[in-house]
């Protein structure tokens, strides 16, 4: 199976503006990024970060296995297509043109992503396995579909359902709050402050910036400390 | 096990004041209500609902299998208190003092909930198995120890990790965006009829009252028919 991370590497994370400097975003969408792809290492893959422009995995804080495991391609073209581009065909990976490998398509803002979520999307038995974010998007897939083509423009999960129907692939819905989960809003820090391990980058990075959760009667929210507040 | 589905019988789902009118949020807590007790039985457990005032079931839209396996139970003090009077004691369940019987607390706003779903967090081997939902609620949990309490108030799963922590039992955190979603607000109301299935009573409801999935390009929201509108 590849593993297909893609990454916007510029001006990643705008709807984290209001909370979040551009250079602040390009870090935490960096750190979510080492996170996932150290995730997907640990699943037992080798990711492929799908960059909008040239990205060097040395400049991410990655362990050397993880660093050795991954390679980057670029591919500056929007993400339906740069992502179509890389999904199976017939004939792909067999000399009798009947066998196809899979290849799995992992956002890069899955801060939550872990070994075991990733494992359980990629031993899903259907052609086409998708985990939905919230508002339907697809957060993650894996397509053993020689037809099968993505469409993340608007509903995508939605379209996915549809377009796997249409071309006569059978579909899982993966249920996953970890992988379901993608970091797009300030609202959604909370998230990774409370569901971030130790080791993780992306609370790290996000409690260098001074936010820490704020546990107030009714609910949990993030709260940025006056100080280190941008200016 | 016995599973407990604790419901606010009146004035439920007042955050959804916005869009429903009381009457509306009445129905349309029963549906979840009832899309809850059935997953439930389906998941091959009999269901108490624990509310808040007297409540019968054939007053709800039940097959005749769910009602009969279900019961109710008022209990009118708050909810952390009127669980924690339901949790397992040492004694409980067995001559010898030494074996509990585990219950379950299923939150009766968790529209999406399956039998597939419940059954992993059922099956859940630590003393206390707990569902996240968003902004650290807990939306599900399961506890097999006799000295675990729960504390509803404020970031629940945060505390209720502690809690496990403080009493020396063992907690896992079951990893489900069906589980992880309950429905307190509009925003919410997209989940319901992207991932609620034709049987299911919520996104009936919510059909009936006229919302339906509004596909723009960005993102999916639910918008309600103008004339289907309280006026």
Request: glycine share 12%; no cysteine; net charge negative.
């Given at each position: 199976m590849q593993v297909v991370v893609p990454f916007?590497?510029?001006?990643?994370?705008?709807?984290l503006a209001d909370v979040l400097t551009p250079a602040e975003r390009t870090a935490f969408a960096r750190a979510m990024l080492a996170d996932v792809l150290t995730a997907v290492v640990e699943a037992g893959h080798e990711p492929t970060v799908l960059a909008t422009a040239p990205l060097d995995l040395?400049?991410?804080?990655?362990e050397a296995a993880v660093r050795d495991a991954g390679s980057v391609a670029v591919d500056d073209r929007p993400l339906t297509e740069a992502v179509n581009a890389r999904l199976p065909e017939r004939g792909d990976g067999g000399d009798d043109g009947t066998h196809i490998d899979p290849v799995a398509v992992v956002m890069a803002d899955l801060a939550l992503a872990t070994a075991d979520a990733l494992e359980a999307l990629f031993s899903a038995a259907a052609d086409v396995a998708v985990v939905p974010g919230r508002?339907?998007?697809?957060n993650a897939l894996v397509v053993d579909h020689p037809e099968f083509r993505v469409d993340y423009h608007g509903a995508s999960y939605l379209d996915h359902r549809e377009i796997a129907h249409d071309v006569g692939a059978t579909l899982e819905t993966v249920d996953s709050f970890r992988l379901g989960t993608d970091i797009d809003e300030p609202a959604d820090l909370v998230e990774v402050l409370v569901h971030g391990t130790e080791t993780d980058r992306a609370p790290a990075r996000l409690r260098e910036f001074g936010f820490e959760l704020e546990r107030t009667d009714g609910r949990v929210t993030v709260a940025r400390l006056e100080e280190s507040r941008p200016k």
């Open positions: 916007a590497a510029t001006e990643p994370k705008t709807r040395e400049t991410l804080d990655l508002g339907a998007g697809t």
